[in-house]
Nanobody, 123 residues
Framework: QVQLVESGGELVQPGGSLRLSCAASGFSLDSYAIGWFRQAAGKEREEISCVSSTDGSTYYADSVKGRFTISRDNAKNTGYLQMNSLKPEDTAVYYC????????????????WGQGTQVTVSS
């Protein structure tokens, strides 16, 4: 059974850090790009980061550039999103998704999605 499971979301104070994980099962992440998305209440889902499977190239939305770092560990079949200097506006449900090979930045190209993990940044 193909599955993506996110974990690591929780309540954190502004300025804090979290690391989200995206564990894949039922398939190998080796040939899939991994994308991270988030959706805040009342807002559209947005892509915030992606890492290619071919050359490891990465993409970051301007809103997270310099604060978030995407990575992958193919041996563990897991992707990660390290989030530092968190702000209240980072509060959202965070999703990981995968698509073949490279980051197309199109929602419709992603083959599998996780169920999401809640990140709340508040004092």
């Amino acid at each position: 059974q193909v599955q993506l499971v996110e974990s690591g979301g929780e309540l954190v104070q502004p300025g804090g850090s979290l690391r989200l994980s995206c564990a894949a099962s039922g398939f190998s992440l080796d040939s899939y790009a991994i994308g991270w998305f988030r959706q805040a209440a009342g807002k559209e889902r947005e892509e915030i980061s992606c890492v290619s499977s071919t050359d490891g190239s990465t993409y970051y939305a301007d809103s997270v550039k310099g604060r978030f770092t995407i990575s992958r560990d193919n041996a563990k079949n897991t992707g990660y999103l390290q989030m530092n200097s968190l702000k209240p506006e980072d509060t959202a449900v965070y999703y990981c998704a995968v698509e073949r090979l490279t980051c197309s930045h199109s929602f419709y190209a992603f083959d599998y999605w996780g169920q999401g993990t809640q990140v709340t940044v508040s004092s």
